[in-house]
């Protein structure tokens, strides 16, 4: 059985199909065009894992914080999909799958950056620690003068695979973060 994950906070859509080790994961700048491109997507990735969506058994979904109807998009879609399917939702940070993948054991605090309006950034701070995610600095609005001094990266996007990585600390159902 596949986990798909799901994130439409930013512009870019990243969209994946794992299980175990297998899997892949596709991410795709769109900016504000989620709606347009996911279902496709999500067939191409199908065909190219040789799965069917009826093997589809839990979806993972990017919480954002981000854009609102960006959000909005992955929301329905995922649980959509879930209904029909009748299987599990699960939501993650958008801003910790998008670190997730940069987070070193031990290592420095990293800072996600999603760009706001006026100009404000959503943030948050995390580390990894004995392999889960730790929260140093909870997601929020951020003016640029109250950004830590090391550790960030801005705009990166939400990663499918770390989406799926994640589903050990993940949420059961799903709780968006409009900040």
Known sequence: MWTLTLDTATPYLSLGLFRGEEGL????????????????LL????????????????VVLGEGPGSYTGLRIALAAGLGLAQALGVRVYGASSLL???WPFLEEGG????????ARNRLYYGATYLKEGGRPLEVRPPGKLKAEELPPKGLLLDPPPDPRALYQLLPYAREGVEPLYL
Do not use: N
């Open 25 to 40: 994961g596709r991410v795709v700048r769109v900016e504000r065009r989620h709606e347009e491109v996911l279902f496709g």
């Open 108 to 115: 420095p605090p990293l800072t996600p950056l999603f760009t």
């Open 97 to 99: 799958a998008a670190c």
């Open 43 to 58: 067939e191409e990735v199908l065909a190219q894992v040789g799965a069917r969506r009826e093997e589809i058994s839990a």
